[in-house]
Structures are given as C-alpha cells and as structure tokens.
C-alpha cells in the first residue's frame, strides 16, 4: 500500500466586501435593536457586497491573495476545490469560474455544498488529493454571498448572516515537517435538513411565482433546533477528535470554530476546558459567512499575533444538513 504522504497550509488569503451593514442599519429596517442582536448573536455588524458582485468575484480575491503571498502562477495551481452555498448559478461550478478568471490553466475543480461546515470538508478535501500524492498544490476554497438569499424582513435570519471569502493552499510536506495536517472527523445528520434550508429553487420546488411570492428562495431556519444541535455536536465533535489524538484542550494552542453564533463557540470552549484567550471570535465584525467563517478567523488570528507556524489547531464547524466537521493541524504557513 502506497504510504501517505503529509499535506500542509502553505498559504492563506481572504476577502470581505468594504460595504458594511451594522446593527444600527437594521434597526431602520427590521423591528430590532443593537443590544438584541449583540444579546444573542455577539455580531456588531457584517460586511456585504455590492449589486453585481457574485460569489465567484470574492473567492478570485482571496485566491489571488493566496498566489500573491506564496509567489505562484496561476498556472501552477493544479485542483481547486470551492465550498459555497451561493454558487454564481446552479451550473456551471463556480469552481470553473474562478478556474477561469484566475487563469489556473489545465487545472481542474469543482464544488462542495456542504454549508457552514463547507470549508472544512473542502479543506479536507484538498488535503485527500496531496496525501495520496495525486496533486501537489490545491486550493481549498469557502465562499459565500449569504446576502442574494437573506430576507432582509425576517429579523431571525437576517440579523445573522454576511459575506466574505477565503482559501488556503494545501501542498506537500518534507518528509520530517511536523506542520501537517493530522486528523479530521465529518458527519451528517440528514434528518435536520428541515430545521434551516433554501425551500425553493431545486428540483423540488422550481422556481415560479408562487415560490417567490412566498419568500422561498430565502433562507429559512428553526433557530431553536439548529442552536441545540450546533451547542452539543461542536463540543462532541471535538473532544473525539482530541481524545482518539490522545489530547485534550490544554494541548491546543488555537481553537478556530465556525462563527455563527458566540454563544455556541463558548459552550464548546468551556466543555474542552479551553480559556477565551486560546478561541478565536470574530463574529461581531463579520457576522456568519457561511462556508469564509473559519479562514475568515484564521486571518483574523494571524492578524492578532495569535496564530503562529507550528501551533496546533482545531477546527469545528456545524452547518445545515446538518453537518458537522472537526479538524486538527499544526499550522505551516509563515
């Protein structure tokens, strides 16, 4: 049996529209308040795009960041893997898109739909495909413009939610780099699919005007349901991993959940026994970008002097479906 070889973050970028949507702005548009929405969200504010910009135009950003920083051609780029629940279209993959406008000639990819935990089963992904040696520099992307499927009249939904992209570079390690990646667990629970979804716009439920007169194609959630199971699975996810790694909170140096709620990040940390300072929060600034949260807060904690070549690093995420997934790592980027 061919053995394994290691796969390492060589690279990280993102990228958030600079339009900004505040708690404030919400107040003029819906019936809430800052201090409800800091309450039970912790988010200040989000970025969103303007009209005409699409999902594929942010992953391009955050790709470019990542070629820039790593000094790549386009052309070296061999897989790109991009998690979206906002594709451009439902076909072509945007995927392709970004193949195409980034100039990744003779590169090949496609799309993950996996929701909040989007990013972590694409990053995995893309660490599959340099394990086994089939590719050497892959592209893990999460992107996701919440905004074109958020009804801006449904106080629940659209306090919550932004938009934002990042990606990160997976190639191979030397032989005795200890920065790889190391294990990962996913799941899925299809029989929450119904507590947050896109009711219309599928095979189901085509488009007509019924649908959009109902307000289908937005995104829909029972907020109770989807906070219980994200509270319980994000913790338990993680302290499996940890513990079949023989390890436990006071080993991890960064702790990078997905960001779609504060309070379901703490509930995690305090279960794993891992202080405030080793989780990684930047929710209020971003709000919940979906598939962008987890890069979105690694560049966040580079940024801070928090995240630093050789950290361990665990990765969780909750999402419709519901999936879930959890990551460990040591960092290898500079």
């Given at each position: 049996?061919?053995?394994?070889?290691?796969?390492?973050?060589?690279?990280?970028?993102?990228?958030?529209?600079?339009?900004?949507?505040?708690?404030?702005?919400?107040?003029?548009?819906?019936?809430?308040?800052?201090?409800?929405?800091?309450?039970?969200?912790?988010?200040?504010?989000?970025?969103?795009?303007?009209?005409?910009?699409?999902?594929?135009?942010?992953?391009?950003?955050?790709?470019?960041?990542?070629?820039?920083?790593?000094?790549?051609?386009?052309?070296?780029?061999?897989?790109?893997?991009?998690?979206?629940?906002?594709?451009?279209?439902?076909?072509?993959?945007?995927?392709?898109?970004?193949?195409?406008?980034?100039?990744?000639?003779?590169?090949?990819?496609?799309?993950?739909?996996?929701?909040?935990?989007?990013?972590?089963?694409?990053?995995?992904?893309?660490?599959?495909?340099?394990?086994?040696?089939?590719?050497?520099?892959?592209?893990?992307?999460?992107?996701?413009?919440?905004?074109?499927?958020?009804?801006?009249?449904?106080?629940?939904?659209?306090?919550?939610?932004?938009?934002?992209?990042?990606?990160?570079?997976?190639?191979?390690?030397?032989?005795?780099?200890?920065?790889?990646?190391?294990?990962?667990?996913?799941?899925?629970?299809?029989?929450?699919?119904?507590?947050?979804?896109?009711?219309?716009?599928g095979s189901r439920m085509p488009a007509s005007h019924e649908t959009v007169d109902k307000k289908m194609?937005?995104?829909?959630?029972?907020?109770?349901?989807?906070?219980?199971?994200?509270?319980?699975?994000?913790?338990?996810?993680?302290?499996?991993?940890?513990?079949?790694?023989?390890?436990?909170?006071?080993?991890?140096?960064?702790?990078?959940?997905?960001?779609?709620?504060?309070?379901?990040?703490?509930?995690?940390?305090?279960?794993?026994?891992?202080?405030?300072?080793?989780?990684?929060?930047?929710?209020?600034?971003?709000?919940?970008?979906?598939?962008?949260?987890?890069?979105?807060?690694?560049?966040?904690?580079?940024?801070?002097?928090?995240?630093?070549?050789?950290?361990?690093?665990?990765?969780?995420?909750?999402?419709?479906?519901?999936?879930?997934?959890?990551?460990?790592?040591?960092w290898g980027a500079d």
């Amino acid at each position: 049996m061919k053995k394994l070889c290691g796969a390492k973050v060589t690279a990280l970028g993102t990228y958030v529209p600079p339009r900004l949507l505040t708690n404030a702005d919400l107040e003029k548009m819906v019936e809430t308040t800052d201090e409800w929405i800091l309450a039970r969200t912790g988010i200040s504010q989000r970025h969103i795009v303007d009209k005409g910009m699409a999902t594929s135009a942010m992953a391009v950003e955050a790709v470019r960041v990542v070629l820039e920083k790593h000094g790549l051609l386009p052309t070296q780029i061999e897989a790109i893997i991009l998690a979206t629940v906002t594709p451009d279209m439902l076909f072509p993959a945007t995927a392709c898109l970004v193949q195409d406008r980034i100039g990744a000639k003779g590169a090949w990819g496609f799309d993950v739909s996996a929701a909040c935990s989007g990013f972590l089963y694409a990053l995995q992904t893309a660490v599959q495909f340099v394990q086994t040696g089939a590719h050497k520099r892959v592209l893990a992307v999460g992107s996701d413009t919440m905004s074109s499927i958020i009804n801006y009249e449904d106080r629940a939904t659209c306090v919550i939610f932004g938009d934002g992209a990042g990606a990160v570079l997976i190639e191979p390690a030397a032989e005795n780099d200890p920065n790889v990646f190391m294990d990962f667990i996913h799941e899925i629970d299809g029989s929450g699919g119904c507590a947050l979804n896109m009711p219309a716009g599928g095979s189901r439920m085509p488009a007509s005007h019924e649908t959009v007169d109902k307000k289908m194609h937005f995104v829909h959630q029972d907020g109770q349901a989807v906070f219980k199971y994200a509270v319980r699975k994000m913790a338990e996810v993680s302290e499996t991993l940890l513990l079949r790694n023989g390890l436990s909170g006071k080993d991890i140096d960064l702790f990078v959940p997905h960001q779609a709620n504060r309070r379901i990040i703490m509930s995690a940390a305090e279960r794993l026994h891992l202080p405030e300072e080793k989780v990684v929060i930047n929710i209020g600034e971003f709000g919940n970008t979906t598939a962008a949260t987890i890069p979105l807060a690694l560049e966040s904690a580079r940024l801070d002097g928090r995240l630093k070549k050789g950290d361990l690093i665990l990765l969780a995420s909750v999402g419709a479906g519901f999936t879930v997934g959890a990551t460990l790592l040591r960092w290898g980027a500079d």
